[in-house]
């Protein structure tokens, strides 16, 4: 509707305007952690000239914005900027570790080929074992669920829906997760790579008019985001982090 993006960008808008008053480094999340940053980072770097609608084809990095792990992701922020009581941090730290401790439980927990086993994995419509597994892997078949092998794992602990339905989530996307996360720490390295504030482009030697003229109006705070804005060329990057670092050996003699 339009809505939603308006509010994403009044909320983080006060949220940065009480860091500046209170004299603190504004909030910026980067395309990898939220929605809400591949919508502003759209509207800054991609000269926008109709209504944004923010899409999940917008976000390279979807897989990682889930709508079940948003609290994983934003928590931290929130309780550092002040917005998560005490009382509720406490809450999210413990499902984080649960999590995590029965993540590793479940890679230690061997299924054998019984005759138990096979049956159960014969109802569910999945192929029986033919070799001992972790439950881990036998989870990642997409016709079994956790909740579903309850009874051949009598060592089971008590745990909230919201913990194990994050576990199932995790080792069932795993492979899918783990090769974004090398996409993400590539990325992450671009956008590590600061831009130093009030760069004159044009006085820069080796870019392109168009693109002095895009970086000075867009005013890029990292490589990464420079990257992103439409009619730059990988030359203009490879001038511009060549500028970059005569001026950083400037400022350091």
Known sequence: SGYEEAAEQGLLTGINAVQLT???????????EAYIAVEIDDLVTKSVTEPYRLRTGLAEYRLLLRQDN???????????????SEQRYKKFLKKKTLVEKERERLKEVIIHTTQKVNELLNKLGTTPLSEAVTLATLLTRPEVTYNQTASIDPNRPELPAEVTEQVEIQIKYAGYIKRQ?????RFKKLENYKIPKDIDYFNMHGISIEGKERFSEVQPISLGQAKRIPG?????????????????RVKRA
């Open 22 to 32: 209170l004299g603190k480094e504004p909030l910026i999340l980067d395309r990898s």
């Open 70 to 84: 948003a609290d994983l992701r934003l928590t931290p922020y929130g309780y550092k900027l002040g917005l998560i």
């Open 181 to 185: 996360g090398i996409q993400v720490k």
């Open 232 to 248: 730059i060329t990988p030359s203009d990057i490879a001038a511009l982090m060549i500028n970059i670092e005569k001026i950083k």
